[in-house]
């Protein structure tokens, strides 16, 4: 039981800051792209490499899975990374997948005109 409260901890304090950040952030603030990894991870070291050239349309923000407190990433993920969210939302997995990218950020970028 205690082990489904912690989970769910966890969850709520990762969405709850998205929020946060989200409603009080300026509307030039970038897109936050989340990449759920571990090390060594050769195909995220490799998906880093391809966003290289959008570096500048998103923070990009690192969540190691093996680290206790991202326990349940670690139980969601960990047959699948690298994951990539958007603002909190999947995005993709395993490889980047350019046009979707290129796509959802498009929608965000309008989002804030």
């Excluded at 966003?51 to 670690?74: A, G, M």
């Excluded at 699948?80 to 999947?90: A, C, E, S």
Aim: hydrophobic letters at 40%.
């Amino acid at each position: 039981m205690y082990w489904l409260k912690l989970r769910h901890l966890q969850q709520a304090k990762y969405y709850g800051l998205l929020l946060l950040r989200n409603r009080f952030s300026s509307q030039k603030q970038l897109p936050i792209l989340t990449l759920f990894t571990k090390d060594p991870c050769p195909l995220c070291d490799e998906a880093k490499e391809i966003l290289e050239p959008y570096k500048h349309r998103f923070v990009l923000q690192e969540v190691d899975i093996t680290l206790p407190e991202n326990s349940v990433w670690y139980d969601r993920y960990k047959h699948d990374i690298p994951v990539f969210h958007l603002n909190g939302q999947f995005l993709m997995m395993h490889r980047v997948n350019t046009a979707v990218l290129e796509k959802r950020l498009a929608r965000v970028e309008e989002e804030k005109h």
